[in-house]
């Protein structure tokens, strides 16, 4: 009889914490090659936004390193020609207000600085 690679207890199609899998010898299949579907975790509400904050969080120095290499290259940059050129550089995906809270910020640590002349554009401060 063919029956699955593995057996468990109790049967049915949901997978709690408590059940036992054990290996069925009397398996047998045509196949050299077996596969077996990994068991996806069920991720609750608050790990799928702590995961998020988190991976949010990791991602805002890589922001910063990124403008601040290209202001470092450029020296003068206008806002949009920055987004442009972050979005080019940045592997994931980024809202532009996230992009404008990382400019700010680094114009409160003293990174960049606006135009006296005009706010659109920011100068790199060594």
């Known amino acids: 009889a063919k029956l699955g690679f593995s057996k ?5 199609r949901d997978i709690d914490d408590k059940d036992e899998f054990v290996f069925n010898e009397d398996f047998s ?5 077996i596969k077996v579907n990994a068991i996806q975790m069920k991720e609750t509400v608050e790990e799928n936004t702590s ?6 969080q990791d991602r805002q120095y890589q922001v910063d390193a990124a ?11 206008s806002h949009t ?9 940045l ?14 910020s680094l114009i409160d640590r003293e990174y960049l600085e606006r135009d006296r002349s005009n706010p659109q554009i920011y ?4």
Do not use: C, H, S, W
Not at 8 to 12: E, L, V
Not at 29 to 33: E, I, N, Q, S
Not at 51 to 56: H, L, M, W
Not at 91 to 104: H, S, T, Y
């Open 81 to 89: 020609l920055l987004i442009t050129e972050l979005f080019q550089q």
């Open 123 to 126: 100068n790199y401060l060594a």
């Open 8 to 12: 468990r207890t109790p049967k049915g």
């Open 91 to 104: 592997k994931f995906p980024i809202k532009p207000a996230d992009m404008k809270k990382r400019i700010e």
């Open 29 to 33: 299949a045509p196949l050299y090659r």
């Open 51 to 56: 995961t998020t904050e988190r991976v949010f």
């Open 67 to 77: 403008i601040v290499r290209i202001m470092k290259t450029r020296k003068t940059l």
